[in-house]
Each structure stands twice: as structure tokens, then as C-alpha cells.
């Protein structure tokens, strides 16, 4: 598995692209679908962490999916774009029961719940 790669399009909040073919969905979250509520503003702001460039692949218990897409954590100038997307309510959580926990599952956690107390995003409807 690639330890880096360049992002050649993103394809929505949590999945995108990579130069050489490979489909990246990223580990330990979800982003809002097409169709649904800030599935634009996630896929925007995915765009503008991680298109063109760069990005450091950090692997978790899962590498991938039954859709043949590897899972990983982008992270691009040291910061984990899983968790920044979850801190602006663009994302959230996914905690898989009976599996071992992510990696970064306690990072994400205090992200998402600092996103629910200022409502950002997916949590300015008081979900």
C-alpha cells in the first residue's frame, strides 16, 4: 500500500481520487452524501484540503473496503484531514461495534464534540 499519493479528484466528502487509479474513502468517518445537507460544503472543503496535492497515507486496523477501495487517513502538512473535516461539522464519526478502535477514534471524538457544542455544519440543525 502506497504510504503517500497525489490526490487527482476529490469525488465527494469522504472519498477521493488518487493519480494512479485508486480509490481512497477515508477511514473512521462519514461525510454527508449527495443529496443531503452540507454534501457540497464537505466536498468543497475536502477539495480545497486535498486536491493536487500531496497526501500522507496513515493506515488503521481496516486498509480496505468490500468496494476494493483502500482506507486510510489523509494527512497533508501534518494535519489529519479526517479530523479536520469532522472539527467543521463536515463529517462524522463512524464507530464500528465489536471492531477494534481507530486509531485516532479519541482525536475524532473531541473533534465532533466540539463541532456539536458550536452547531457547525452537520450539527447546526440540532441533530
Known amino acids: 500500500l502506497p504510504k503517500s499519493a497525489v490526490v487527482k ?6 472519498t477521493v481520487e488518487l ?3 485508486t480509490v481512497l474513502r477515508y477511514v ?3 461525510a454527508p452524501e449527495e443529496g443531503e ?6 466536498t468543497k472543503l475536502n477539495t480545497e484540503l486535498v486536491e493536487g496535492k500531496e497526501i500522507k497515507l496513515e493506515y488503521d486496523n481496516y486498509k480496505s473496503d468490500k468496494f476494493g477501495r483502500i482506507l486510510a487517513y ?3 502538512n501534518g494535519v489529519n484531514v ?6 467543521k461539522g463536515m463529517a462524522e464519526l463512524i464507530i464500528y461495534q465489536k471492531r477494534k478502535p481507530f486509531i485516532h477514534q479519541v482525536q475524532l471524538l ?3 464534540e466540539q463541532a456539536k457544542q458550536k452547531k457547525l455544519g452537520i450539527w447546526s440543525k440540532g441533530n
Do not use: M
Not at 37 to 42: C, I, S
Not at 82 to 87: G, K, T
Open 9 to 14: 479528484k476529490v469525488i465527494d466528502g469522504d
Open 82 to 87: 479526517c479530523v479536520e473535516l469532522v472539527r
Open 19 to 21: 493519480f494512479n487509479g
Open 28 to 30: 473512521g468517518v462519514t
Open 110 to 112: 473531541e473533534s465532533q
Open 37 to 42: 445537507d452540507f454534501a457540497e460544503e464537505a
Open 74 to 76: 489523509p494527512i497533508i
